[in-house]
């Protein structure tokens, strides 16, 4: 294999993963947000979730992860100092947009044994395989937050009502 092979896969590949990740992070905002809305049932924490995120303790490691919200003129590091139902209706859709992006990814992500020759398939469904796994834990996280999230928000709809 040449030099210029090598260095022509490796920009190819580069270009895939930008595309793939930053671009699934960015089309998922082009879904109505009335598609999140009626898709509930998918968002909806399911009775085995909060024993899995005790188990595997995520409350203690969520915060390490990067967060890539401030791309998109959201930062979901912390909860902003004016809470109000409205920015807590933000922060769940944008928990719902990090969640279908992340599983996109994890999806997308195969069809870079498509792009790349037949004989390093097995190289690249590990890396596919790999994506996949990189990308669960940013899914459990917005699983883990958002309802969270929707106590807070109701919370915050009593207050104002008061």
């Not at 993963?17 to 947000?33: D, E, I, Q, S």
């Not at 009335?34 to 898709?39: A, G, V």
């Not at 924490?45 to 003129?73: A, H, S, T, V």
């Not at 834990?137 to 309802?147: A, E, G, T, V």
């Amino acid at each position: 294999m040449s030099a210029g092979f090598m260095i022509w896969m490796i920009v190819i590949n580069t270009v895939f993963w930008l595309v793939c990740c930053l671009g699934t992070a960015h089309m998922v905002r082009f879904l109505p947000k009335s598609w999140y809305e009626k898709n509930d049932w998918f968002f909806a924490e399911r009775p085995f979730e909060r024993k899995l995120y005790k188990k595997i303790r995520l409350d203690r490691w969520k915060d390490k992860l990067p967060e890539g919200g401030g791309l998109w003129d959201f930062q979901k590091r912390e909860l902003s100092e004016e809470l109000t139902p409205a920015y807590a209706d933000r922060f769940v859709l944008e928990t719902k947009y990090g969640e279908i992006g992340h599983l996109g990814m994890a999806i997308l992500g195969f069809a870079c044994i498509w792009i790349n020759p037949d004989e390093y398939a097995l190289v690249f469904l590990i890396c596919a395989l790999v994506n996949v796994v990189v990308q669960i834990p940013f899914c459990l996280i917005q699983r883990y937050n958002r309802p969270r999230l929707i106590r807070l928000r109701s919370r915050l709809a009593r207050k104002s009502r008061a």
